[in-house]
T-cell receptor, first 113, second 115 residues
Framework: DGGITQSPKYLFRKEGQNVTLSCEQNLNHDAMYWYRQDPGQGLRLIYYSQIVNDFQKGDIAEGYSVSREKKESFPLTVTSAQKNPTAFYLC????????????FGPGTRLTVT | GDSVTQMEGPVTLSEEAFLTINCTYTATGYPSLFWYVQYPGEGLQLLLKATKADDKGSNKGFEATYRKETTSFHLEKGSVQVSDSAVYFCALSDWGNTGGFKTIFGAGTRLFVKA
């Protein structure tokens, strides 16, 4: 079955530590995205990549970093510079077919204490 | 710039009631329009979409019509079920100012359906 996987589902870290969230897709999509969702809130775009080895900042990129070395993978690192890292993180991908319908992973809930 | 505005929630309905969630948009081009649904603790799933004016998207009893004249894409369902309780997001995809495609999401509307 094609889809997007994110791991782990729940992640706990101490303040001051960097943490990397995994996102893998086997849909052969060119574009991939990372969103942050806070309780009761909508989605905010962190980073996106339209092609391998290229990515752009979204609306709230500060304190985050990404890489896109393979088409299938788009890991997100939450650095210690991110002031409020506790949130639900969603990865998505889309094909460049003109509509850009997005396919989402199940999400990773990160808690930093 | 492009934007999506949807009605604030929560919306609380009894089972078998009629549902409308309003969504309006502003866009410089000819966007595609989407409704996504998010169940508790999960990612978003595409519910339906429409790619041009007057298109009607439909799925699982939900419908929405792309109205260019009113720049709207309201979500409707004739008879809701408890299992429809979720958060619904309206979204558009359009060419951004930087030359690439961009997707804009509304803030989401939470729906509670009571038995």
């Amino acid at each position: 079955d094609g889809g997007i996987t994110q791991s782990p589902k729940y992640l706990f870290r101490k303040e001051g530590q960097n943490v990397t969230l995994s996102c893998e897709q086997n849909l052969n999509h060119d574009a991939m995205y990372w969103y942050r969702q806070d309780p009761g809130q909508g989605l905010r775009l962190i980073y996106y990549s339209q092609i391998v080895n290229d990515f752009q900042k979204g609306d709230i990129a500060e304190g985050y970093s990404v890489s896109r070395e393979k088409k299938e993978s788009f890991p997100l690192t939450v650095t210690s510079a991110q002031k409020n890292p506790t949130a639900f993180y969603l990865c998505a991908s889309s094909d460049r077919d003109g509509t850009y319908e997005q396919y989402f992973g199940p999400g990773t809930r990160l808690t930093v204490t | 710039g492009d934007s999506v505005t949807q009605m604030e929630g929560p919306v609380t309905l009894s089972e078998e009631a009629f549902l409308t969630i309003n969504c309006t948009y502003t866009a410089t081009g000819y966007p595609s329009l989407f409704w996504y649904v998010q169940y508790p603790g999960e990612g978003l799933q595409l519910l339906l979409k429409a790619t041009k004016a007057d298109d009607k998207g439909s799925n699982k009893g939900f419908e929405a019509t792309y109205r260019k004249e009113t720049t709207s894409f309201h979500l409707e369902k004739g008879s809701v079920q408890v299992s429809d309780s979720a958060v619904y997001f309206c979204a558009l995809s359009d060419w951004g100012n930087t030359g690439g495609f961009k997707t804009i999401f509304g803030a989401g509307t939470r729906l509670f359906v009571k038995a």
